[in-house]
């Protein structure tokens, strides 16, 4: 029996595999175990990955949520110029900003942001982290070097003179820092940031530092127009003639009150003087309007507007109104200005703060305490003689410059009241030369016509008195806003509510000196105030109409250089009040913010939030 046989036999059947074969499975098994080790190699990096973005994101978080406090206490410490404060703010500062940046702006962590979901989220942290390192490279620390090397003393007036070369140093810095403050904005509000789909505390964070930075733009903007303006107007290049308006809110005007005196301030290399006084008086009516008005100004306002000097703001428009009066000072006097520049008594009585109290011919002193009072209301009582009032106006006005061009100022008190005269609209500036002009435009301080954006409709609330006296002190105002859709086309109403009440004493009509009170002589009884209320919305509003204590009634819609607005008058015995409704429908769909500017009073006149439903027979 052959060997094969014998294993037949013994139920054994033995196959030989050819070569093939086995190389085949043994390398589909490597090839597999390969697989294997890869595919673990990969759930291993992909761990890592994830741990590594993880953990940088949250430390990234830790130092922007350390971050973002700073950048705010750091810009308030340069505006009040605590510079020592600020500088070390600014490095710590700069320090988180800069590791937060640097935490998200690796290779991997950008790879991840192609990611679904989660690359938006990264995207946008990203995006914060660099926004913070911007402002606190390009604006935060070059403000605060600037500071730490400026004595805001400097600021402060000497002898009737400004230091102008400490003006001129910041312009660089701060125009970088504008420049820096805004690409940062314009980093986050930019629509892949903005829109993102992101977790809750990031969306948070995101709507916080957006928030800070539109707060930034303006108030490092406003100070880079500032340290551009200022030199030019106080005479670094050439001497300068300021007319001087002096608004009195006791007869209410639409930028303020009327222009009771006038100075004129001569300027240059920073020295100004007290070049000229002027009261009402000194312009009696002109025979012909002294500009040609824009049809729409002269069917609201009348010619009285470029003929009167106590009418030329009756306007809202203080390009406007300014221009007027800067032609009425020429043909009076014979001076063409270079600038015009309003305020009231309520920016003296901010600047008393900085020069402490000042006395006044009359005996009396004159402090941030009583300005307000004795020059809008006292003087009238005490003096029953315009020409005695005009006198006591023109002493306190002469008494203050005096203080502001002495050695005593209070820089920081200075700058403060300025600044806080200027948020509220009591100092307004406009300048003949357009390239100058063009500095201004679009601030608080130019006066004119608010400015809606993508975010917020804007509306003007504008009171003139038509008593013909000096019954404004006693005319209180509140004004509240709202708006409702009740449209299918997604366009929305808004409200502006109007609070009007005479808080004159009863027997005002006898009580009250006639040159308060008018007493009758341009048809309002004694004791009433009556107002012309103006209300005005952005192009491509509609008006809606206008209640008063729910009911409507007559007013007058019209327009105003594009603006859409609605006009009433209100005449008011001494303890009624009435409350009045101006409805608007907006031109195009989507919400927005309401912003109202309104008349400087005596007082701050707040706008509340008023809850408004689709009732109401006006919409």
Same mark, same amino acid.
């Given at each position: 029996?052959?060997?094969?046989?014998?294993?037949?036999?013994?139920?054994?059947?033995?196959?030989?595999?050819?070569?093939?074969?086995?190389?085949?499975?043994?390398?589909?098994?490597?090839?597999?175990?390969?697989?294997?080790?890869?595919?673990?190699?990969?759930?291993?990096?992909?761990?890592?990955?994830?741990?590594?973005?993880?953990?940088?994101?949250?430390?990234?978080?830790?130092?922007?949520?350390?971050?973002?406090?700073?950048?705010?206490?750091?810009?308030?410490?340069?505006?009040?110029?605590?510079?020592?404060?600020?500088?070390?703010?600014?490095?710590?500062?700069?320090?988180?900003?800069?590791?937060?940046?640097?935490?998200?702006?690796?290779?991997?962590?950008?790879?991840?942001?192609?990611?679904?979901?989660?690359? /938006?989220?990264?995207?946008? =942290?990203? &995006?914060? @982290?660099? $926004?913070?390192? %911007? *402002?606190?490279? !390009?604006? #935060?620390?070059? +403000?605060?070097?600037? /500071?730490?090397?400026?004595? =805001?003393? &400097?600021? @402060?007036? $000497?002898?009737? %003179? *400004?230091?102008? !070369?400490? #003006?001129?140093? +910041?312009?660089?810095?701060?125009?970088?820092?504008?420049?820096?403050?805004?690409?940062?904005?314009?980093?986050? *509000?930019?629509?892949?940031?903005?829109?993102?789909?992101?977790?809750?505390?990031?969306?948070?964070?995101?709507?916080?530092?957006?928030?800070?930075?539109?707060?930034?733009?303006?108030?490092?903007?406003?100070?880079?127009?500032?340290?551009?303006?200022?030199?030019?107007?106080?005479?670094?290049?050439?001497?300068?003639?300021?007319?001087?308006?002096?608004?009195?809110?006791?007869?209410?005007?639409?930028?303020?009150?009327?222009?009771?005196?006038?100075?004129?301030?001569?300027?240059?290399?920073?020295?100004?003087?007290?070049?000229?006084?002027?009261?009402?008086?000194?312009?009696?009516?002109?025979?012909?309007?002294?500009?040609?008005?824009?049809?729409?100004?002269?069917?609201?306002?009348?010619?009285?507007?470029?003929?009167?000097?106590?009418?030329?703001?009756?306007?809202?428009?203080?390009?406007?109104?300014?221009?007027?009066?800067?032609?009425?000072?020429?043909?009076?006097?014979?001076?063409?200005?270079?600038?015009?520049?309003?305020?009231?008594?309520?920016?003296?009585?901010?600047?008393?703060?900085?020069?402490?109290?000042?006395?006044?011919?009359?005996?009396?002193?004159?402090?941030?305490?009583?300005?307000?009072?004795?020059?809008?209301?006292?003087?009238?009582?005490?003096?029953?003689?315009?020409?005695?009032?005009?006198?006591?106006?023109?002493?306190?006005?002469?008494?203050?410059?005096?203080?502001?061009?002495?050695?005593?100022?209070?820089?920081?008190?200075?700058?403060?009241?300025?600044?806080?005269?200027?948020?509220?609209?009591?100092?307004?500036?406009?300048?003949?030369?357009?390239?100058?002009?063009?500095?201004?435009?679009?601030?608080?301080?130019?006066?004119?016509?608010?400015?809606?954006?993508?975010?917020?409709?804007?509306?003007?609330?504008?009171?003139?008195?038509?008593?013909?006296?000096?019954?404004?002190?006693?005319?209180?105002?509140?004004?509240?806003?709202?708006?409702?859709?009740?449209?299918?086309?997604?366009?929305?109403?808004?409200?502006?509510?109007?609070?009007?009440?005479?808080?004159?004493?009863?027997?005002?009509?006898?009580?009250?000196?006639?040159?308060?009170?008018?007493?009758?002589?341009?048809?309002?009884?004694?004791?009433?105030?009556?107002?012309?209320?103006?209300?005005?919305?952005?192009?491509?509003?509609?008006?809606?109409?206008?209640?008063?204590?729910?009911?409507?009634?007559?007013?007058?819609?019209?327009?105003?250089?594009?603006?859409?607005?609605?006009?009433?008058?209100?005449?008011?015995?001494?303890?009624?009040?009435?409350?009045?409704?101006?409805?608007?429908?907006?031109?195009?769909?989507?919400?927005?913010?309401?912003?109202?500017?309104?008349?400087?009073?005596?007082?701050?006149?707040?706008?509340?939030?008023?809850?408004?439903?689709?009732?109401?027979?006006?919409?």
């Amino acid at each position: 029996m052959t060997q094969a046989e014998s294993h037949v036999e013994a139920g054994h059947v033995r196959h030989s595999d050819p070569p093939t074969t086995r190389g085949s499975a043994r390398r589909r098994m490597h090839r597999r175990r390969r697989l294997r080790w890869a595919a673990t190699a990969v759930a291993v990096l992909l761990v890592a990955a994830v741990a590594w973005i993880a953990i940088r994101g949250a430390l990234a978080k830790q130092e922007l949520e350390a971050a973002v406090p700073l950048a705010r206490t750091a810009q308030q410490q340069v505006l009040t110029g605590d510079a020592d404060a600020a500088t070390a703010t600014a490095r710590r500062l700069a320090a988180h900003a800069a590791a937060a940046a640097d935490l998200t702006s690796d290779p991997a962590w950008k790879a991840a942001e192609l990611l679904p979901w989660v690359g /938006a989220n990264l995207e946008t =942290l990203r &995006a914060i @982290a660099a $926004s913070v390192d %911007r *402002v606190a490279e !390009g604006a #935060v620390t070059p +403000l605060a070097r600037a /500071a730490a090397e400026l004595d =805001l003393a &400097a600021f @402060a007036p $000497s002898n009737g %003179r *400004v230091d102008l !070369g400490p #003006v001129i140093a +910041l312009q660089e810095p701060v125009r970088d820092a504008a420049a820096a403050v805004q690409q940062a904005r314009a980093t986050m *509000v930019e629509e892949r940031i903005a829109a993102a789909e992101v977790v809750a505390p990031l969306a948070d964070a995101r709507a916080e530092l957006t928030a800070m930075l539109d707060d930034a733009v303006t108030t490092v903007d406003g100070l880079d127009r500032v340290v551009r303006l200022v030199p030019v107007m106080l005479g670094a290049d050439e001497p300068r003639e300021i007319l001087l308006l002096f608004q009195n809110n006791a007869e209410l005007r639409s930028t303020g009150g009327i222009p009771g005196a006038l100075a004129l301030l001569r300027a240059e290399d920073g020295a100004f003087t007290l070049a000229a006084q002027a009261d009402t008086g000194d312009f009696p009516k002109f025979e012909q309007p002294v500009v040609t008005l824009p049809i729409e100004t002269r069917a609201l306002y009348g010619d009285n507007t470029a003929s009167y000097i106590q009418d030329v703001n009756f306007t809202p428009q203080f390009p406007l109104a300014a221009s007027i009066a800067r032609e009425m000072w020429k043909q009076k006097f014979g001076d063409e200005v270079d600038s015009v520049i309003a305020l009231d008594p309520v920016v003296l009585s901010h600047i008393l703060v900085a020069t402490g109290p000042v006395a006044l011919p009359t005996g009396e002193t004159l402090t941030s305490a009583n300005a307000v009072q004795l020059l809008l209301r006292d003087v009238y009582v005490r003096y029953g003689d315009p020409a005695v009032q005009d006198d006591f106006f023109a002493a306190a006005t002469a008494a203050v410059f005096e203080a502001i061009s002495g050695d005593n100022v209070d820089p920081r008190a200075l700058v403060g009241a300025l600044i806080e005269s200027g948020y509220s609209r009591r100092i307004l500036v406009w300048n003949a030369d357009p390239a100058e002009q063009a500095v201004v435009a679009g601030t608080d301080i130019a006066g004119e016509l608010p400015r809606s954006t993508a975010e917020v409709d804007a509306f003007g609330v504008y009171f003139n008195d038509i008593t013909g006296a000096k019954m404004d002190p006693y005319l209180d105002v509140e004004v509240a806003a709202g708006s409702v859709g009740c449209r299918n086309d997604g366009r929305r109403t808004t409200v502006i509510q109007v609070s009007m009440a005479n808080t004159a004493p009863a027997d005002a009509a006898v009580s009250l000196p006639p040159y308060v009170t008018a007493n009758g002589v341009y048809g309002t009884p004694p004791g009433v105030i009556a107002t012309a209320v103006r209300v005005y919305a952005g192009p491509g509003n509609f008006n809606l109409g206008v209640e008063r204590d729910g009911a409507p009634v007559p007013h007058h819609p019209t327009s105003d250089s594009g603006y859409t607005l609605s006009g009433i008058e209100v005449r008011l015995a001494p303890g009624e009040r009435a409350e009045y409704r101006f409805a608007f429908l907006a031109g195009e769909p989507g919400v927005r913010a309401t912003e109202i500017v309104s008349t400087p009073f005596v007082y701050e006149v707040e706008t509340s939030a008023l809850a408004v439903t689709c009732e109401s027979a006006l919409w």
